[in-house]
């Protein structure tokens, strides 16, 4: 079983920055697949980004350029940098974790884009 904890989502202007945190469970990190995902109020769940236990990494074309995912096996820690936040990027965001074929989802944290 892998837990989830998303963290540092909040309120922010347009053209702002944040900063979300992912804190798994686990002692066999660096080999999860991570990503973030986000669903904003009558929409589906999409991709934002993710990272495999390689490194490798990939956005949603609306991000590229503007957010960067990364990880900290030692910390066992996913981190998304959010920058020049647009209205458009409100949503719940949502950490998630794929290994040994399972899928894990933490409880997700709001980011709110308004001036």
């Known amino acids: 079983q892998v837990q989830l904890a998303e963290s540092g989502g909040g309120l922010v202007q347009p053209g702002g920055s944040l900063r979300l945190s992912c804190a798994a469970s686990?002692?066999?990190?660096?080999?999860?697949?991570m990503g973030w995902y986000r669903q904003a109020p009558g929409k589906q769940r999409e991709l934002v980004a993710d990272i495999k236990n390689t490194g490798s990494t990939n956005y949603v074309d609306s991000v590229k350029g503007r957010f960067t995912i990364s990880r900290d096996n030692a910390r066992k820690a996913v981190f998304l940098q959010m920058n020049s936040l647009k209205p458009e990027d409100t949503a719940v965001y949502y950490c998630?974790?794929?290994?040994?074929?399972?899928?894990?989802w933490g409880r997700g944290t709001q980011v709110t884009v308004s001036s």
């Open positions: 998630h974790a794929h290994v040994f074929r399972r899928d894990y």
């Open positions: 686990g002692t066999i990190f660096s080999i999860y697949d």
